[in-house]
């Protein structure tokens, strides 16, 4: 994994004004306990549209518990999270945030794509039909609709030629580019990926990474748990060092990853690198 120069997309240039872009995934005094286990402890992150944001920590850091408070699989103590605007999980009662219903919540769900580290696909459904279901679930689209746009998808993570196979006829890498091709069929605002390559053998690890910094490079929104440090140079706009449920330290990766500020991220990087 040979770092490249940073490739940061140039987001103003685009848009022809020197505004930031509006948050696609804002987290405000984000707080978790697990009993006495503080494992949120006032997280605060803004995801500008179109950007990709890294996230980094030792394992028990909190990091799979924040990209699960994002879409709400994982409830909040304190603080809230908005997804474009639109406050995720809950509703303003007053002064109080009081939990959506399970189906508001499963429309929101809807709109926010999530892969996991162990891809999750169903073992008695095909490619296809993995990344139709969804869709035709919700009612977006026919069952005709949703699988023509399946091989779509599929071919688009280079999978053209699997839509008929089934998750155990498919490498792991295979398998993980199914599952973002399921997340893509619900057109999300934004994608969480939580250690999307960490259960992968070596040699499949850069297939998959591809196809993630291809979104990136496409404009979607996009927050990565990962231990990919050289991924995370060439396609972070910015990474986040996640250390006791806090963010110790942020930043462009080249600062990050390359001149870290605080000692706990060093050692981090000493043990990764
Ligand atoms: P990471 O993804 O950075 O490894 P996690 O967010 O999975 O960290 O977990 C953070 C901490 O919270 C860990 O100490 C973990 O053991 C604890 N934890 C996570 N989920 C639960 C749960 N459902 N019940 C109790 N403790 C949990
Ligand atoms: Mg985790």
Do not use: C, M
């Not at 303003?92 to 189906?103: I, V």
């Amino acid at each position: 994994n040979t770092p490249a120069t940073p490739a940061h997309r140039e987001h103003t240039a685009a848009s022809g004004a020197d505004l930031p872009a509006p948050a696609a995934v804002e987290v405000s005094g984000a707080h978790k306990w697990y009993g006495p286990h503080h494992v949120l402890d006032g997280i605060d992150l803004t995801v500008p549209a179109g950007q990709v944001t890294a996230v980094l920590g030792p394992s028990g850091s909190g990091k799979s518990t924040l990209l699960r408070a994002v879409n709400h699989l994982e409830k909040l103590d304190a603080g809230h999270v908005r997804v474009n605007g639109e406050l995720i999980g809950v509703r303003r009662q007053g002064s109080r945030l009081r939990e959506l219903a399970p189906r508001a919540i499963r429309a929101q769900r809807a709109r926010i794509g999530f892969v996991f580290q162990g891809f999750n696909l169903f073992p008695h459904l095909t490619a296809v039909e993995n990344v139709a279901a969804a869709p035709v679930a919700t009612g977006r689209r026919t069952r005709a609709q949703a699988q023509e746009r399946a091989r779509e998808l599929l071919a688009g993570v280079g999978l053209g030629d699997k839509g008929d196979a089934y998750p155990r006829q498919l490498s792991g890498g295979q398998q993980q580019r199914v599952a973002i091709a399921r997340a893509l069929a619900l057109e999300p605002g934004v994608i969480l990926f939580d250690e999307p390559t960490s259960a992968l053998d070596p040699e499949l690890v850069g297939e998959v990474l591809a196809v993630i910094s291809a979104l990136a490079e496409g404009g979607t929104t996009l927050i990565v748990v990962t231990h990919e440090t050289g991924f995370a140079r060439e396609v972070a706009d910015d990474v986040v060092f996640l250390d006791g449920g806090r963010i110790v330290e942020q930043g462009p990766p080249e600062q990050v990853l390359v001149d870290p500020v605080h000692e706990r991220t060093r050692e981090f990087l000493s043990r990764v690198l």
